[in-house]
């Protein structure tokens, strides 16, 4: 029996319902294909009861749209009745490949253009629903989570705002700022991590890694990244290093920020080893690429950039560079944003599929379950370098 069908005996908390928004249509497609296959083998003893109404269906899927008027305006349509259902509406803030018309104008969809949507289908299910849940892997301005001098809170604000239509959980990955859950106390918030997507993405693709203290090791580029990096080492039983940025207090850059005036290496020697630089996000690029420029001019081996949402903001041009000057050798993101078919095409690139995870916590979130042993895959993680390290030894 797979891992998608045991241990589900509750009943359900009500019909499942999967809307994903047109920014995330090919994730949801393949997460609801998942859920199609685990229900029809899973033979729960209480399938032909009427609590199980529209358990085993060949599509989870709700059709939904949210068509705009010449002016730009919009509205929200979902065209079947969800009532009593357990909705999980799945949408990508990121993708900017979407498009809508305007004066005569093709304007890009942003993050704000998504964020509306999404509300607006949950307002066209009218509180009809059993339960409404949202599936937002890049949390909606996760990057303006805090407030220095006179800011707006713009991500404590929208997920209250969510709270306030109805929303009983939210389920993102790899927050900027995990202590933003504090903006909604007493409803659910999930951020979950990605690490054991990338340790099963690299080994499945590289050969010849010694996952031990002496040849490995996981890098946080900054002290923002710090516990992730933590959290990897510790699992995997290797040493960990950091960089931070020495800033210059005594004068500005144009944007109001302090310009750098190092970065400085905490942590062991990293010559001859292999490593991992793990981080939440790519946006430019620059921070990286840096940061493994400074580790090859201090011996690093193989070097591995994971990062949860890849943006690339700048193009990846420079990545292009990097790769052929060396600099690093493979480049891991997830398909939990938009990719384009640029990244996709490169060489170096590793998409980490997130699908299958994002299904295990619908299904059970669904059977009203904790999700606790899925947030932490301690097991599977070491587990998964067991094998790799049994196929090494038959090579």
Excluded at 10 to 34: A, H, M, Q
Aim: charged share 25%; proline share 4%; hydrophobic share 35%.
């Amino acid at each position: 029996m797979s891992q998608g069908t045991k241990g589900l005996t509750t009943l359900p908390v009500g019909r499942l319902g999967l809307i994903p928004l047109p920014s995330c249509r090919e994730l949801g497609e393949k997460v609801n294909d998942w859920l199609v296959q685990w229900r029809r083998e899973r033979k729960h003893p209480g399938v032909d009861s009427y609590a199980f109404e529209g358990y085993e269906r060949d599509s989870y899927i709700i059709e939904a749209d949210t068509p705009r008027f010449g002016s730009g305006e919009s509205k929200g349509t979902i065209h079947e009745s969800v009532r009593g259902d357990d909705i999980y509406v799945m949408v990508d803030v990121c993708n900017y490949s979407l498009t809508y018309t305007m004066g005569g104008y093709t304007n890009l969809m942003s993050p704000d253009d998504h964020y509306q949507d999404m509300k607006r289908v949950i307002a066209a299910i009218g509180g009809k629903a059993r339960r409404v849940n949202v599936i937002m892997p890049y949390l909606y301005e996760s990057r303006q989570s805090k407030r220095i001098g006179r800011e707006s809170l713009d991500c404590a604000t929208s997920l209250q705002e969510l709270i306030s239509m109805g929303v009983e959980n939210i389920i993102t990955f790899d927050a900027h700022d995990p202590q933003i859950q504090n903006a909604t106390p007493l409803h659910g918030f999930e951020t979950v991590q990605a690490s054991y997507q990338f340790i099963k993405a690299l080994l499945n693709h590289e050969d010849g890694l010694r996952i031990d203290n002496g040849h490995f090791m996981i890098i946080s580029p900054d002290e923002g990244s710090m516990n992730r990096a933590i959290y990897l080492a510790n699992i995997l039983g290797v040493d960990m290093g950091m960089y931070y940025q020495r800033l210059d207090y005594a004068h500005r850059e144009a944007n109001g920020r302090h310009p750098i005036a190092a970065y400085e290496f905490l942590g062991p020697n990293p010559k001859g080893k292999d490593m991992i630089i793990v981080d939440d996000m790519i946006s430019s690029g620059d921070t990286i690429l840096k940061i493994a420029s400074l580790l090859k001019e201090r011996g690093a081996g193989r070097i591995y950039l994971c990062c949860t949402f890849g943006l690339f903001t700048a193009g990846l041009e420079k990545f292009d560079r990097a790769h052929k000057a060396g600099i690093f050798d493979k480049l891991l993101t997830t398909n939990l944003v938009y990719q384009t078919p640029e990244l996709l095409s490169r060489d170096y690139y590793i998409s980490c599929d997130m699908s299958k995870y994002i299904a295990l916590i619908i299904d059970t979130l669904n059977h009203d379950l904790s999700v606790s042993h899925l947030l932490n895959p301690v097991d599977r993680i070491k587990k998964c370098v067991q094998n790799y390290e049994a196929r090494q030894k038959t090579r």
